[in-house]
């Protein structure tokens, strides 16, 4: 199963400035992560907000959670070239909590020089 | 410390043939999980293990997809035989821990063409 569509699917901005980026889920929820992948790294781990936080931050990363719509928001300030990459949520736990995470569509971020 | 291997990097087979993949998790990483990845979607989780054992695998076409970790450490995927849509990109993650908290590390993936 997935989770819903990245919102903006895609988003193309300059260096400097701020990008935020959307998800929905439809599953109960412990936690949801947010991840990048780019063609030189492949995907990494970026930061985990679980469900009883509302906001989290880590470096130049926002993370939100309103977990009575279902949503989170990543924002990434003072983009950088190197931030070009696809970001994916991913969503665990839930009523089995064996690990398993269920990636949305992503969101495909383009920051130009 | 070393990440997570995978091999072969590219591969390009027709339909109705037979491919495998391996996997080398991070050392002392009990978890390991495949991935499927079509192009322009988020992963999809296909099987899961728990050192040797299959903790998830409801999304795993069985008729086609078979996987086995049976030592506890590497693991290999097959396909058998595969269709034209099994085109994707194959990933391997592991984590230290049987919880969706637990940081996933993954692998650079196998990029799957079938013609």
């Known amino acids: 199963s997935q989770q819903g569509e990245g919102d903006p699917q895609a988003l193309s901005i300059q260096e400097g400035e701020n990008a935020t980026m959307n998800c929905s889920y439809k599953t109960s929820i412990n936690n949801l992560q947010w991840y990048r992948q780019n063609s030189g790294r492949g995907l990494v781990h970026l930061i985990l907000?679980?469900?009883?936080?509302r906001e989290k931050h880590s470096g130049r990363l926002r993370v939100t959670l309103d977990t009575s719509k279902k949503s989170s928001s990543l924002l990434i300030t003072a983009s950088r070239a190197a931030d070009t990459a696809s970001y994916f949520c991913?969503?665990?736990?839930?009523?089995?909590?064996?690990?398993?995470?269920?990636f949305g569509q992503g969101t495909t971020l383009q920051v130009k020089p | 410390e070393a990440g997570v291997a995978q091999s072969p990097r590219y591969k390009i087979i027709e339909k109705r043939q037979s491919v495998a993949f391996w996997c080398n998790p991070i050392s002392g990483h009990a978890t390991l999980y495949w991935y499927q990845q079509i192009l322009g979607q988020g992963p999809k989780l296909l099987i899961q293990f728990q050192n040797n054992g299959v903790v998830d695998d409801s999304q795993l076409p069985k008729d086609r997809f078979s996987a086995e970790r049976l030592k506890g450490v590497d693991s290999t995927l097959k396909i058998q035989p595969a269709k034209l849509e099994d085109s994707a990109v194959y990933l391997c993650a592991s984590s230290f821990l049987k919880v969706s908290y637990n940081e996933q590390f993954f692998g650079p993936g196998t990029r799957l063409t079938v013609l």
């Open positions: 991913a969503t665990g736990g839930g009523s089995s909590n064996t690990g398993k995470l269920i």
């Open positions: 907000i679980r469900s009883n936080e």
